[in-house]
């Protein structure tokens, strides 16, 4: 019912937001399974990070930033709340895995890097379902 009365003007940013989430997703599950994998696809997993889930993170927070600066939900709404964290301490988590996954590329010898990025995606794949969850089914 409330997709019935949304002004036509948050369409564009919604949509950016929604966009940015589904890659990021995607783009971290796809991280997660090469990660752990042999050398090539530890290539692959770090050019992943590089190139679609950081720009994927930044579409979707400032697109989600720019729709809730036109939405005004309440304060105390808490997907909003559950969003705001998996995004902002997301970003630590992402930066600290791409240059995991940059270590894991550089030394294909040593095997911890590649379990520790797959692990780590793997983590922040689980809190992007939760704020996923949460987006879609605004909990308070």
């Not at 997660?32 to 927070?61: N, S």
């Not at 995606?121 to 969850?133: D, H, P």
Request: aromatic share 10%.
């Amino acid at each position: 019912m409330v997709a019935l009365v949304r002004p036509e003007s948050w369409n564009f940013p919604l949509f950016l937001h929604v966009l940015g989430a589904m890659v990021l997703v995607g783009a971290v599950a796809a991280t997660a399974i090469a990660a752990g994998r042999g050398t090539v696809l530890r290539g692959i997993a770090f050019r992943t990070m590089l190139f679609l889930v950081l720009p994927a993170w930044v579409l979707m927070r400032l697109a989600g930033q720019w729709i809730d600066s036109r939405e005004n939900p309440s304060d105390d709404a808490t997907w909003v709340g559950i969003g705001f964290v998996v995004g902002d301490a997301g970003l630590v988590v992402l930066i600290g895995t791409a240059v995991l996954a940059w270590w894991a590329y550089r030394h294909p010898e040593r095997s911890w890097p590649g379990r520790a990025v797959a692990g780590l995606a793997s983590l922040y794949l689980v809190a992007l379902l939760v704020a996923m969850w949460a987006m879609t089914t605004k909990p308070d």
